[in-house]
């Protein structure tokens, strides 16, 4: 078995260009949403993670500091992909929305 991959969740060009314009509408309002969802919400395990640093009684575990690394990585692909497809469907709509 493979490990999990974002990106084979989102659509990519050829799915893309075969939208029709409704299609493109929704995925466009779901990409836009989703995107900031993750940027918030690295924005506050940032915060968190801060937080737990500068806490003397009870830091943060070496455990816990890999994972956090491990799921903003993976967050940080996930939102630059959302961007791709976001770029790829608002210039799809502006050549003319479904061929």
Known sequence: MSAANWN???PNFTEIEAMSAEDMAAASEAIETQGA???FG?????NLLACAASNDETGLC????TDIGWLLQS?????AKLSDSRNAIADRRRR????
């Open 75 to 79: 967050l940080g692909t996930l939102s």
């Open 37 to 39: 969802s993750i940027g």
């Open 42 to 46: 690295i924005a506050a395990i940032g």
């Open 62 to 65: 070496k455990d816990t500091a």
């Open 96 to 99: 003319g929305g479904s061929q």
């Open 8 to 10: 084979a969740l989102l």
